[in-house]
């Protein structure tokens, strides 16, 4: 299950304070391992040593929570961040949303968008000014019949067994597609989450003129977390989100983790 080792990047920015609460939250469900990291670029002592004073300050923030604390040199955060977590097999990258976006929403910055496009690790991108709950309410899925979502609805069915909660499979109507085949498509999922592991998945169809017309029709209960899966066109144990994905990340109200394809 993800979440066994989890590294948040960490700037002393709300982007960054955001992503170190929500990365903690997740380690005390899962028990798992957290470590801190600050990238900073190639011959910058001063920057080396703002990195230090950055963890430093995220120390404070974390209080009694154990965590490991890494700065590293890189020419890109996101390249940082990714080659930290295979380092020390990490399999939850966490980051903020980039500074001036909207509230609530997620804003993808140059970090994020290296990892939506390159990371070889499951990827978790929180709203702005976020605020974590005691738990996981429920996981959702956002579904299109295709291979990568089939395995994510297997991957996730397991996950929210284990954790105990509940899992939603949704599916956006754009009016541009056959209603029925779309429902039919989701009946299929939830008989595959059922089949796996027992578990009884919610569906809904979310319709709109949109993505976010879509999305904001639908119900987010309090500690939701939203999980797509890579594009068919990601290179194997990489993230690569699609169009649609991008655009339902953007729209999310809640924190959203993307697999890499062929996650496991």
């Given at each position: 299950m993800i979440g066994e080792h989890v590294i948040v990047g960490y700037?002393?920015?709300?982007?960054?304070?955001?992503?170190l609460a929500l990365a903690a939250a997740i380690t005390r469900v899962t028990g798992g391992e957290l470590t801190v990291a600050t990238i900073y670029p190639p011959g910058?002592?001063?920057?080396?040593?703002?990195a230090q004073a950055n963890?430093?300050?995220?120390?404070?923030?974390?209080?009694?929570?154990?965590?490991?604390?890494?700065?590293?040199?890189?020419?890109?955060?996101?390249?940082?961040l990714s080659v930290l977590a295979s380092r020390i097999r990490a399999d939850l990258?966490?980051?903020?949303?980039?500074?001036?976006?909207?509230?609530?929403?997620?804003?993808?910055?140059?970090?994020?968008?290296?990892?939506l496009h390159l990371s070889s690790e499951a990827v978790m991108l929180v709203p702005a000014q976020y605020v974590p709950v005691?738990?996981?309410g429920r996981l959702t899925l956002a579904y299109v019949h295709r291979p990568q979502c089939d395995?994510?609805?297997?991957?996730?069915?397991?996950?929210?067994?284990?954790?105990?909660?509940?899992?939603?499979?949704?599916t956006l109507d754009l009016r541009t597609d056959d209603p029925g085949k779309l429902r039919?498509?989701?009946?299929?999922?939830?008989?595959?989450?059922?089949?796996?592991?027992?578990?009884?998945?919610e569906s809904e169809v979310a319709e709109g003129h949109d993505v976010a017309a879509a999305l904001a029709d639908v119900e987010w209960l309090p500690g939701e977390l939203l999980v797509c899966a890579a594009s068919e066109d990601a290179q194997p144990h990489r993230v690569f989100l699609g169009e649609l994905a991008m655009k339902a990340l953007r729209a999310s109200p809640c924190p959203v983790?993307?697999?890499?394809?062929?996650?496991?």
């Amino acid at each position: 299950m993800i979440g066994e080792h989890v590294i948040v990047g960490y700037t002393n920015a709300p982007g960054g304070r955001d992503a170190l609460a929500l990365a903690a939250a997740i380690t005390r469900v899962t028990g798992g391992e957290l470590t801190v990291a600050t990238i900073y670029p190639p011959g910058s002592p001063g920057l080396a040593v703002e990195a230090q004073a950055n963890l430093a300050h995220a120390a404070e923030e974390l209080g009694s929570i154990p965590a490991g604390y890494l700065t590293y040199e890189s020419r890109g955060t996101g390249r940082g961040l990714s080659v930290l977590a295979s380092r020390i097999r990490a399999d939850l990258i966490v980051v903020g949303s980039a500074e001036g976006g909207r509230h609530g929403r997620i804003t993808i910055g140059a970090t994020s968008n290296h990892l939506l496009h390159l990371s070889s690790e499951a990827v978790m991108l929180v709203p702005a000014q976020y605020v974590p709950v005691d738990g996981p309410g429920r996981l959702t899925l956002a579904y299109v019949h295709r291979p990568q979502c089939d395995e994510a609805v297997e991957r996730m069915a397991q996950a929210a067994l284990a954790l105990g909660i509940p899992l939603r499979l949704i599916t956006l109507d754009l009016r541009t597609d056959d209603p029925g085949k779309l429902r039919d498509d989701l009946a299929l999922a939830v008989r595959l989450a059922w089949e796996t592991t027992g578990i009884e998945a919610e569906s809904e169809v979310a319709e709109g003129h949109d993505v976010a017309a879509a999305l904001a029709d639908v119900e987010w209960l309090p500690g939701e977390l939203l999980v797509c899966a890579a594009s068919e066109d990601a290179q194997p144990h990489r993230v690569f989100l699609g169009e649609l994905a991008m655009k339902a990340l953007r729209a999310s109200p809640c924190p959203v983790i993307v697999l890499p394809r062929g996650f496991a």
